[in-house]
């Protein structure tokens, strides 16, 4: 019912999540879990099999896999090289079902640098290890190893500062550069604040740019630049009309359920869907359009995390399997 | 009621507003008001005047001028011009107060430059005209204009960067160089959205740095630095929580005069204040705590102050009167 | 003679300064000159007019104009609208010799953020007003002018960070999104530490991204990209060999006339340029190569420098001629 | 005798070598050496032990340790531990002949963050472990460590952006928190290209704030603060002046001592340092004051070294010995 709300997520397993909470099974969507238990680390994977698990899932069918781990933005380093460690595991394990070449990687840092939640696709770009131009220069000799991958990087901009859609910018890139394979990192928006910044999501289904911080634009994926596009998206931020109307519902829940006001639930059962909708939707303030939530720290995590991401392409891209 | 809440505001204005709508005279609290219609520049003056008043207010006696301007976020010159010369006639008012020397001034840039929201106070630092170093090394002459006062600036950072309270930094520093007045810049919480980035509180009553993204520290006063502390701020943030809590009041409040939803409202009626404070706390999750709501675009927005504010500061001090 | 040493500067002024310090002329290059007295900005004029006058100048054929002005750097208003406005003039007449449509333009903003001297393509783009995206979906009304540009922008970044050749960047986003003309910026290498930061040239040969701290790449130009490229570079650096090359070539001279050392004159005068040549080459020392020479404030230097340009293409872009 | 020349160096090592040179042993400096073959790190230690030796040498009497490694610069992560660790013996050895606790220390991160070459002690302090402020609060069992020191940090700025002199600053916050202990990083000016951000200076001397580009301010040191002063210098840039002087002095050694060219020399010989020292003077252009030569990688280096210098600092601040 205030699902009809845009309550807005960019990750598979938060959507998964919201129709599990209603005790639905969704036709065309695998689950899978592993737990592990001394790296404190969980990992999901979202399997979208068919058009109709799309349409219910609001995503495109393919791969999504989830790393969850709480201490992704604290200060440990150990932790930290556990995490890039299984980040580069899943990359290589979504990289596998594709065929063809791999050997030549665009990466794309999308978003903002000077929004701090919304650098995180900008910084991993700052610190990648680019290879491109020397080994197309001197060849692979040059680099110690020749097993290693060309590794190229663009940080579009947003569209406020382009002028452009970021897709636009990508697609002439590739087809001038011609890579095998796009990785794009972007920061994205989870709908439940304790899932910020200590997630992040690879999926084959490629991204839409901006969604990091809220509009849609043509999806940057296999369809509009023709090679396999490897999102990598850590959420950053919450809508902030998503935490008001999700504290809405739970009050209304908590009035039809709560034994102290057992005579609120009885009268606002009696309403339905529609009813409830319409009153919270116009409590909803516009105001909160355009508007985000984000912790104080966040620059600190920000940092962090986008150096997690960036040893795990470091890594994947050191050597082609 | 739901007041006890610490719904948090840096804005006299709001904490004004907040008794005003309990329809409460606040005795030791003056308000005065003035809109100039062609400029769209609102001035409203709380003047807290007694122990008393600033014990209701939750704020210190003294002075809070707030210019509130629409237009202050737009890309426009002229508006903005319009906005910096107004803002110098607040600054010329409150500063017209104070007796003493006003000849050397140290302004303070409060805030965190990494977090694009709390980086108002080193931005204004960044641009300002400094002449003390000038002056004391070549006398006034040197600036073509005798009655120049002597400007100095300081980005203290904040307390996870420097390990020190800010206070300490500023105390020192004032110690040293023996300014006649500080003028300190803050990035403000608002309690309301349609505050952000469209307000501008002067005050006379020193600063809590911190507050702007939300931990009260040893405040940047008279008190403690032993000369006149005139503080700026700027909204650009609310506190996550008091988004979501001014959501479920108001949907109480629907729920209690909808005539839709009547039977609601008569059980409501019937619990007390701390019931329904209670139902509410439980429902603010605690994850909102150390986050904050502010609008996609803050990057333009907060460097569009900035300027204001700063040219305001730099013909301020182009003349001492 | 010394001149075989790769004596580099971007600025065809000084190249041409070169050959009259020779008393050569040089045939297929034209040369006029203006002087403003009163807002002290000098305008040259060199005109490459045939391939043989390209040889000799080591630049392309086409027309290079030159803004000198001494107050560029400093701090002043008013003399930035000065320069603004005659660099707006410059470029509008640049633009009168090409034929075809010009409503569309896209900027490019070469150079490398995190260096500074080289940071001024990143800048003025930072600032400039972006209207492709707003037009094309709301129509020019949208922007109460409709005489208005199309203004797209793009920060391609140094290969280092990219990996890619720059014209391979700016090829495939020319191709995707088929703007009219492009408008490059960048930092150039003067030959002369006294033209640093207060000489602007405009060219319509294109440009050698990296140029400005050294490295040539293929070219971003009118034959590369297939529409019309006007460059704006200003020189912030000088070659550090070429200021080593320089001083050494005056003490050369210096003794060869001086009348103090006129002994050791006569003895140089008996040897022959390459003797000469080959002495002062195995002085430079090879550390020089890849340093630049480049002023202790030029922070703030390429700041302002930075929002003359960006105020001369925003006002370009107002109104279509 | 062109020494008389404003050759500057910050790097006591170079001012012994400018002696050896000339063949002259100075009394009252000690010098020591060590060479680790397999790291390639090879530390010098020059001690001024007596006032004469500090005129000589125009370096206060202390401790100079100088750390050079060729790989300083290079993006390998092994080597930059290797030379973290021995910085932090160099530091833990100097602290040794200071008696006193040295349980609290400031860094200060010296330097304008503005300015890529000048950036290093900001960047430094950027990434400190910052704990002062959480053990005072929570004591040291916060930190799972007790022998850990209190560490704060601040970047005071460069005194255009400031308009106070560094040390007003720092004596200002160090009287108000009372440190046991100052380390101070800046970027230095060395005299010889070669030694460009391979080498790193400890001193317990102090350090002159802007002296990394050039202009004298009074010393931060425990004359001016009262507590011991460890600095961290690595030299970032030459003076464009001291490249071109250190040129011409080579051309007319060589004019005096070349075969081909043995008559100039001849001539030369005949007359005397202060001809010559005129000579050259009066060729280096006075543009070149305020200028200074730098790498084009400089920030690439300048980020890499920073991390080098600030893991040597957080080990020393791990562990009080």
Known sequence: MIDKFNVRTDLALEEKERFESDD????????????????????????????????????????????????????????????????????????????????????????????????????????????????????????????????SAIVPGVMGQTGMETVEIVKGIVKETEPDLVIAIDALAARNTKRLNRTIQVADTGIQPGSGVGNHRSAICQETLGIPVIAIGVPTVVDAATIVNDSMENLIQALETSEALRGVGLVLQGYNATEKYELVKELISPHLNGMFVTPKDIDDTVRRISRIVCDAINQLCVCVE
Do not use: F
């Open 24 to 151: 639905v099974e969704i036709s065309g969507v695998v689950l899978e879990e592993h737990y592990d238990e001394q790296k404190e680390i969980r990992i999901t994977m979202v399997k979208i099999e068919t058009e109709k698990g799309a349409r219910t899932m609001g995503k495109p069918v393919g791969n999504y896999l989830t790393l969850e781990a709480p201490g992704m933005a604290d200060d440990n380093e150990e932790i930290h090289r556990d995490i890039s460690d299984e980040l580069e595991k899943l990359l290589r394990r979504i990289l596998k079902d594709h065929k063809g070449k791999q050997e030549s990687v665009l990466v794309v840092g999308l978003g903002n640098r000077m929004v701090t939640p919304d650098a995180l696709g900008p910084y991993v770009a700052d610190h990648l290890n680019i290879t491109r131009h020397v080994i197309r220069e001197y060849g692979r000799y040059a680099l110690h190893d020749q097993r290693m991958r060309l590794v």
